[in-house]
């Protein structure tokens, strides 16, 4: 029972890379499960801010061990760059990133079809970040995609089958220019080169470390109301963002599973188009973006802000089995005198007392106004030091979520965040 996840409980970027670099300082292995080059997980430690996309974000720890899942979809040149950005950084990699032979791999087309897409989607736009992904994702289920154990057995004859469709598409659904197979060839062998060594079974490697003895913690990309069957359909990311992902994700037993930690903020963001009940909108949302600094790391784009959506997280709770709750960003919320919470939705005539599958556009929230601190707390590393307010903010929302929360997070560096 060694095994911990770590998932969104919101529409992604509640910061969950800053607290899986925070747990893995007593982690062996850390994994991505799901989602691509279109994560953004931000980590400040030792002074030094990093971005990463694909590589787990506890590489920055000297001894652990980071594996991309057989559900990740893996962009070779986002891979290679993240590599070689960190060798640069004199971060060692070598026997450290390891990738599984199962996954699939991002190729030029996805781009360009996600890219086009959604350049010609009118109202109907996801806001994708134009990485590919569901487009990947699609061909996966298609049983046509490129996987990176192909990379090593009848590339050239997978990869024209595969070509020979796209190009199909390109040219007649699209009226885009075709591929040329023999540039995709040549760039694919010269990944299949650099990442040979990395190659691994990976659900036979967890086992193994498992019953040796080894901690593993699974990171969560995106989060649980932007999971293809869970959330806010379709405006969504194409994998099972959560718990379940994890699983299939990796090839680990549901058996090893010992915590299932879900990543909040203390408000709510996101990025992208689709429904946002507690959404705050014009000034005041401008006010709570510049305070959170709420712009995405992958796409820079601005992110939507609002209120804290209780049975948004009530619905992570049930979907992923969550242990615990970790709070991020409070701090943000030290400049308001009084601060909604959304405990509950109308919609139209009806109350709604759970998180809906359809109509979240017409769900007005239910709020309760808590009062606010008015006090800077980024300094404070302690529950007994945190200002009576902010404490029972805290309480509160553990209360109605009926989830225990168990670290809050009071700024960007490893040092601002603590357990209760
Ligand atoms: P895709 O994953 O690029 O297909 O985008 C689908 C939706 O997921 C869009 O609303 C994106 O903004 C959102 N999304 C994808 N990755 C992230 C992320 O890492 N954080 C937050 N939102 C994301």
């Known amino acids: 029972m060694s095994v911990t996840i770590a998932v969104g409980a919101q529409w992604g970027d509640e910061g969950k890379a800053k607290i899986i670099d925070y747990l893995s300082e007593n982690i062996d292995i850390i994994a991505r499960y799901q989602g691509g080059a279109n994560a953004g997980h931000t980590v400040v ?46 971060i060692e990699v070598q026997n450290r990133i390891f990738i599984s032979e199962a996954s699939h791999i991002v190729l030029p087309f996805h781009k360009i ?9 009118g109202k109907n736009k ?45 040219e007649i659904l699209y009226n885009l220019a075709k591929l040329e197979p023999q540039k995709v060839l040549e760039d694919l062998k010269k990944f299949a080169e650099y990442i040979q060594p990395m190659v691994i079974n990976s659900s036979l490697f967890f086992e193994k470390q498992l019953k040796q003895g080894k901690t593993i913690l699974l990171e969560g990309a995106q989060g649980t109301a932007l999971d293809i069957d869970h959330g806010t359909y379709p405006f969504v990311t194409s994998s099972n963002t959560t718990t379940g992902g994890a699983l299939t994700g990796t090839g680990i037993s549901y058996r090893y599973i010992q ?33 959170g600094n709420e712009y ?66 017409d769900c007005k929230p239910i709020y309760e106004f808590l009062p606010g601190w008015e006090t800077d707390i980024s300094h404070i590393t302690r529950w007994k030091d945190l200002p009576e307010n902010c404490k029972n903010y805290i309480e509160k929302i ?23």
């Open 296 to 361: 995405g790391a992958t796409t820079g784009r601005p992110r939507r802000c609002g209120w804290f959506d209780v049975e948004l997280i009530k619905h992570a709770g049930r979907i992923n089995g969550l242990t615990g709750l970790v709070l991020t960003k409070i701090d943000v919320l030290s400049k308001y005198k009084t601060i909604p919470v959304s405990i509950g939705y109308q919609r139209n005539q009806q109350k709604l007392d759970y998180f809906p599958s359809y109509g979240w556009e």
């Open 45 to 90: 430690a030792n002074g030094k801010k990093f971005i990463f996309h694909l590589i787990p974000s506890g590489i920055l720890y000297p001894r652990t061990i980071c594996i991309l899942g057989n559900g990740v979809v893996i962009d070779p040149q986002a891979l290679i760059n993240e590599i070689e950005k960190l060798k640069q950084e004199n």
């Open 113 to 121: 079809i996600d890219e086009h897409k959604e350049n010609f989607a």
């Open 259 to 291: 915590n299932v930690f879900g990543v909040c903020k203390a408000y709510v963001t996101r990025v992208g188009e689709g429904p946002f009940p507690t959404e705050i909108f014009g000034e005041e949302g401008k006010e709570m973006r510049n305070l």
């Open 398 to 420: 553990q209360e109605w979520t009926e989830i225990p929360i168990k670290y809050v997070s009071v700024g960007p560096t490893r040092e601002q965040t603590f357990a209760l």
């Open 126 to 170: 996801i806001g994708t970040t134009k990485r590919g992904i569901g487009i990947c994702y699609a061909d996966k289920m298609l049983r046509i995609g490129l996987r990176i154990g192909d990379l090593y057995h009848k590339l050239e004859e997978k990869l024209n089958h595969f070509i020979e469709i796209k190009n199909k598409e390109l």
